[in-house]
């Protein structure tokens, strides 16, 4: 099984400022399969970057995503209200995916 | 209009059985893979298994969490547009909110239903 180690745990920011969130997983993901969700309370996660480094459909360009092999990174170039939530990566590049524990952004 | 929609929340015993299902419309449910994915209250997100999509004259492969190998089953009918998650000698530790999910071919999980919860106590 494939684990992934996500940090910080929670990151205190403010609206407008950058954020960085890393996750790390125990063996090279084929071909970067590494995606990144967002999910705010009461609600069902949400897409936000596939293959590492892929916006889905109507993810804002202030989402980016960076990494290969076993290190990735999720930016927020300039946090707006509404991206304080938690945020997973999850790895499919094996059969049996895995999350991340999350990453909380919260002001 | 995009959807998946989960079957109602259930109470059961633990030792218990139970089958949960997801429905799918506004799109071809077959082309596609399925996951379920659970979530303790105020924890993280679980990946619990996967059916792939599946060639006519075979079954989709299947892939399971080692926490639920051996105790849960996934199927779909594509003939019916839908997901099912039979749940056997279920414990306590398997108490949360289960969402099936639609695998994009792209990568990751990009259609979400609004989960429904399986609660196992006495």
């Known amino acids: 099984e494939i684990v992934l180690t996500q940090s910080p745990g929670t990151l205190s920011l403010s609206p407008g400022e950058r954020a960085t969130l890393s996750c790390r997983a125990s063996?090279?993901?084929?071909?970067?399969?590494l995606a990144w969700y967002q999910q705010k309370p009461g609600r069902a996660p949400r897409l936000l970057i596939y293959?590492?480094?892929n916006r889905a459909i109507d993810i804002p360009d202030r989402f980016g995503g960076s990494g290969s092999g076993t290190d990735f990174i999720l930016t927020i170039s300039r946090l707006e209200p509404e991206d304080f939530a938690v945020y997973y990566c999850?790895?499919?590049?094996?059969?049996?995916?895995?999350f991340g524990p999350g990453t909380r952004v919260d002001f | 209009e995009v959807q998946l929609v989960e079957s109602g929340g259930v109470v059961v015993q633990p030792g218990g059985s139970v089958r949960i299902s997801c429905v799918v419309s506004?799109?071809?449910?077959?082309?596609?893979?399925f996951h379920w994915v659970r979530q303790v209250p105020g924890k993280g997100l679980e990946w619990v298994s996967g059916v792939m999509w599946q060639e006519a004259w075979q079954g989709g492969s299947t892939y399971y969490a080692d926490s639920v190998k051996g105790r849960f089953t996934i199927s779909r009918d594509d003939s019916k547009n839908s997901l099912f998650l039979q749940m056997s000698s279920l414990r306590t530790e398997d108490s949360a909110l289960y969402y099936c999910?639609?695998?994009?071919?792209?990568?990751?999980?990009?259609?979400w239903g609004q989960g429904t919860t399986v609660t196992v106590s006495s």
């Open positions: 999910a639609k695998e994009s071919y792209s990568g990751g999980l990009d259609i």
């Open positions: 063996q090279t993901l084929r071909d970067n399969y």
């Open positions: 293959g590492a480094s």
């Open positions: 506004g799109f071809t449910f077959e082309d596609y893979s």
């Open positions: 999850q790895q499919y590049g094996s059969s049996r995916f895995t």
